[in-house]
């Protein structure tokens, strides 16, 4: 927001910053589409010209909260402190009745200390209740679909009905063009069809802002290089048959039908009848969308990381549903959330995020252990080469006080068609992360969602399928 308009004039935390005039178009004449998308988002919701159409805002669903937890490692804490944390935060949320608590894979990154989804998901399950425990996601390209169905099977036979297996694709950098197989080696197989880009200017969709892609991406050749090393040190080195050949094969073995490429039937027992829900998670309109789609599956889309291509996400998902597990489409959006009682506190607070962000992007040595209000650097100060890397993750961040943020979630469920929502919170203090979810539960309003969770736990499966 900026600094010359009247607080009162909007409860929005941000316009964002750096958004040219036009909103990143060229030259040509002004009008509606073409006004500085800083004024646009920063009037009253009634006054906000550039959407075509607009929904009721007064039917605006309160879906279900989730929370997505990355055990983040604090600067000046210890990754023992952080795993130790994350089981005491996910008691917390049991009891402010969030419907599921996920945990990432995230390897050799010196911010975060969730590696082990299973190890952390038991232990969680053993220590509440009523939430739902998860992984999102168990990357597939460090474990094999058999043995991740097999951990949270029996997780699922300890606690039925309470445990979700969340499969996601890893990031595979594209090879350049020194990349040459070893001797005898199988030629690498030819990349799908590119996807269309994400828009490269940012839009206002129906009062959601969806930022432009970072610039270079995943193809920064010193991300690249970060993420070779890495999967060498964490055994990355998987061939997978096909993401759709590797959902399927959880699914047979769920259900007590897989046969081998010989044709003989095998059984896993901790997964056959297993009481686990699986889901796809995507960050884009590409395979992981659409296989969901296709075998009936729920789909948790990455708003969070990936803001650009959330709409793309969910639009194909739909387009591809079939029903199978599921009877028809459920959707869960992320969004990262930062909530405090003050909108000038949520701002301090806020402040470490783009630091953080830009230690991931810049492909030096993964996500920093989480920075204090204090030693952030302000946006202003920043290089416009940083401000562009991770600008489309500070614009999108909700953050404020409680009834900003409840307004931007709403509009993120009106725009996205979301069933549920994922949220992850970052703040250096363990205390006010714990603050910002009990102040997100009390305006949103999950003791009542709460209420009815035992007969909606789950999405609507068809009939005779677990």
């Not at 989730?66 to 049991?94: E, H, K, N």
């Not at 010989?262 to 969308?289: C, I, K, N, R």
């Amino acid at each position: 927001m900026s600094a010359d308009l009247a607080e009162g004039e909007s409860r929005l935390l941000y316009p964002p910053p750096g958004l040219p005039p036009g909103g990143g178009g060229g030259s040509g004449s002004a009008g509606p589409a073409d006004e500085d998308l800083r004024v646009v988002a920063a009037r009253p919701a009634q006054d906000r010209g550039v959407r075509s159409t607009m929904t009721d805002r007064t039917n605006t669903r309160r879906v279900p909260l989730s929370v997505l937890d990355l055990a983040l490692v604090a600067d000046g804490a210890t990754g023992v402190q952080a795993i130790q944390r994350a089981v005491s935060l996910a008691i917390d949320l049991d009891a402010l009745g969030y419907r599921r608590v996920w945990y990432a894979e995230h390897h050799l990154a010196p911010g975060v200390a969730s590696a082990s989804p299973a190890v952390l998901a038991a232990a969680v399950a053993a220590r509440t209740s009523r939430i739902r425990v998860g992984s999102g996601a168990v990357l597939l390209s460090t474990t094999s679909p058999l043995i991740a169905a097999e951990q949270f099977g029996t997780i699922a036979a300890l606690h039925p009905g309470r445990v979700d297996l969340g499969l996601g694709r890893a990031f595979a950098p594209p090879p350049s063009s020194s990349d040459k197989p070893a001797d005898g080696a199988r030629p690498a197989q030819p990349a799908q069809p590119p996807r269309p880009p994400a828009p490269a200017v940012p839009r206002l969709v129906d009062g959601l802002y969806v930022p432009p892609a970072p610039p270079n991406g995943l193809n920064d050749p010193a991300l690249r290089e970060r993420i070779l090393a890495q999967q060498e040190v964490i055994g990355a080195h998987r061939k997978p048959a096909g993401f759709r050949e590797e959902v399927g094969l959880v699914l047979a073995l769920q259900q007590g039908t897989y046969r081998d490429r010989t044709g003989a039937a095998y059984a896993s027992p901790p997964v056959e009848g297993a009481a686990f829900d699986l889901w796809l998670l995507a960050s884009s309109g590409g395979e992981s969308a659409t296989v969901a789609g296709e075998l009936g599956l729920p789909l948790a889309a990455n708003f969070h990381v990936s803001p650009a291509t959330v709409l793309d996400t969910v639009a194909a998902y739909r387009a591809a549903f079939r029903p199978g597990v599921l009877a028809e489409p459920y959707v869960v959006v992320s969004a990262d959330v930062l909530v405090a009682q003050t909108l000038e506190r949520a701002r301090v607070l806020a402040e470490p995020f783009a630091d953080w962000v830009l230690s991931i992007r810049r492909g030096e040595r993964g996500a920093i252990a989480y920075p204090s209000p204090s030693a952030a650097t302000a946006w202003t100060d920043r290089p416009d080469a940083e401000r562009a890397l991770v600008a489309d993750r500070v614009d999108t961040r909700i953050v404020g006080d409680p009834a900003t943020v409840v307004e931007r979630l709403e509009t993120l469920v009106r725009v996205t068609g979301a069933d549920e929502l994922l949220v992850t919170t970052a703040t250096h203090d363990p205390a006010e992360t714990r603050r910002s979810f009990e102040l997100l539960a009390q305006a949103w309003g999950t003791d009542g969602a709460a209420a009815d969770r035992d007969a909606t736990n789950s999405p609507r499966t068809t009939a005779g399928v677990a």
